[in-house]
């Protein structure tokens, strides 16, 4: 499932302005069977080791809350069976 869900993209300007930041979005199983899944949103940042200072939790954060939505979208689209979503 994580594989099929892969989504890689990359954020400008983020954490700083001129900077760009590569990171991925999947789905992580909890429960599959019977024809149904679900799980958690999984992401994924890469972080440059020249980068590491930065406060990649509130980068998170800004990823999760602005580019979630969107995500879930295209995963809409592309399986046609999301049916329920508990953003929590």
């Given at each position: 499932?994580?594989?099929?869900?892969?989504l890689?993209?990359?954020?400008?300007?983020i954490?700083?302005?001129?900077?760009?930041?590569?990171?991925?979005?999947?789905?992580?199983?909890?429960?599959c069977?019977?024809?149904r899944?679900?799980?958690?949103?999984?992401?994924?940042?890469?972080?440059e080791?020249?980068?590491?200072?930065?406060?990649?939790?509130a980068?998170?954060?800004?990823?999760?809350?602005?580019r979630?939505?969107?995500?879930?979208?295209h995963?809409?689209?592309?399986f046609?069976?999301?049916?329920?979503?508990?953003v929590?």
């Amino acid at each position: 499932m994580e594989n099929e869900t892969l989504l890689i993209d990359v954020a400008e300007d983020i954490p700083w302005q001129g900077q760009s930041t590569k990171y991925a979005f999947s789905i992580y199983p909890v429960e599959c069977g019977g024809g149904r899944a679900a799980g958690f949103i999984a992401l994924k940042i890469n972080v440059e080791l020249d980068k590491a200072f930065h406060n990649w939790g509130a980068v998170a954060l800004y990823l999760l809350r602005d580019r979630a939505e969107p995500y879930l979208q295209h995963l809409n689209q592309k399986f046609r069976v999301l049916d329920a979503i508990e953003v929590v």
